[in-house]
T-cell receptor, first 115, second 114 residues
């Protein structure tokens, strides 16, 4: 079975500072990895995904993530935080090459951006 | 707009009442899912349907039933609601195409059981 661990339920950064949200996964087969963002009282919006190919993935709103198989990690970064980035972020994994393709989510990281 | 539509958006139930949450997608996706979201726990899978005519339990199926009515629709039923089922429920769908592999989520149903 797969699992996802997001380190830090709350992260606070200053506007303009680097954003780093950590995600580690466990999986017995090559995973597909996702980051979603959720703004208050809204649904989930896909930021980026890794399926195959290039391990550095660029997403929307200036975010990117790097798949590191040796570290079983898929950390999300953004060079310069903006006030509008304040939201909750979820890392998720699915196992494409098995019959079960449902996403397994981490518990989420709430990002606060200080002016 | 193409996507996943959930109804209702909000619902308040009394303990013991029943209700059905509706979900429909118009993207011709094969797989559909129901999740619940609770604070500090992320989203947890309740049931999923890999294709029309099949359903399987997820991580937290107790107290729920599902029906994959056709390829478009996947409903979630609470037969006898309990306060522990107070949550936000999300429906999602996905395609098998590896090149465009991804999940589309509905906007959610906020359910309160009193």
């Amino acid at each position: 079975a797969q699992s996802v661990t997001q380190l830090g339920s709350h992260v606070s950064v200053s506007e303009g500072a680097l954003v780093l949200l950590r995600c580690n996964y466990s999986s017995s087969v090559p995973p597909y990895l996702f980051w979603y963002v959720q703004y208050p009282n809204q649904g989930l919006q896909l930021l980026l995904k890794y399926t195959t190919g290039a391990t550095l993935v660029k997403g929307i709103n200036g975010f990117e993530a790097e798949f590191k198989k040796s570290e079983t990690s898929f950390h999300l970064t953004k060079p310069s935080a903006h006030m509008s980035d304040a939201a909750e972020y979820f890392c998720a994994v699915s196992l494409m090459d098995t019959g079960r393709r449902a996403l397994t989510f981490g518990s989420g990281t709430r990002l606060q951006v200080q002016p | 707009n193409a996507g996943v539509t959930q109804t209702p958006k909000f619902q308040v139930l009394k303990t013991g009442q029943s209700m059905t949450l509706q979900c429909a997608q118009d993207m011709n996706h094969n797989s559909m899912y129901w999740y619940r979201q609770d604070p500090g726990m992320g989203l947890r899978l309740i049931y999923y349907s890999a294709s029309e005519g099949t359903t399987d339990k997820g991580e937290v199926p107790n107290g729920y039933n599902v029906s994959r009515l056709n390829k478009r629709e996947f409903s979630l039923r609470l037969e006898s609601a309990a306060p522990s089922q107070t949550s936000v429920y999300f429906c999602a769908s996905s395609d098998r195409d590896r090149r465009n592999y991804g999940y589309t989520f509905g906007s959610g149903t906020r359910l309160t059981v009193v």
